[in-house]
Nanobody, 123 residues
Framework: QVQLVESGGGLVQSGGSLRLSCAAS????????MGWFRQAPGKEREIVAA????????FYSRFVKGRFTISRDSAKNTVSLQMNSLIPEDTAVYYC????????????????WGQGTQVTVSS
């Protein structure tokens, strides 16, 4: 089993920055692919960004490209999401996810999920 624990959420003003972190524990098999999803109230969960095990393949949602940066430390089995130029529309619960695939962008493709961390951006 793989356990994922997110940290770093909080309240920030529009234009500000936050950094989310996710630590994976348990089996390392199953965390080859790591990603971040988010779910705003009343909306479906959507992918934000994903990174392959070797860092060679990256994916960003068009809503965050140029503002957010995903990175991972495979030795420590952690993944981070640096969020800059935050806007109120970024307000959501952010989830860390992992899977054995090389790259995937649908939530149904991910086997392991964290509990989520709230990010609130005030205008």
């Amino acid at each position: 089993q793989v356990q994922l624990v997110e940290s770093g959420g909080g309240l920030v003003q529009s234009g500000g920055s936050l950094r989310l972190s996710c630590a994976a524990s348990g089996r390392t098999v199953g965390t080859e692919l790591m990603g971040w999803f988010r779910q705003a109230p009343g909306k479906e969960r959507e992918i934000v960004a994903a990174v392959s095990w070797d860092g060679a393949s990256l994916f960003y949602s068009r809503f965050v490209k140029g503002r957010f940066t995903i990175s991972r430390d495979s030795a420590k089995n952690t993944v981070s999401l640096q969020m800059n130029s935050l806007i109120p529309e970024d307000t959501a619960v952010y989830y860390c996810a992992a899977d054995r695939q090389y790259m995937a962008v649908k939530q149904t493709d991910y086997e392991y999920w964290g509990q989520g961390t709230q990010v609130t951006v005030s205008s």
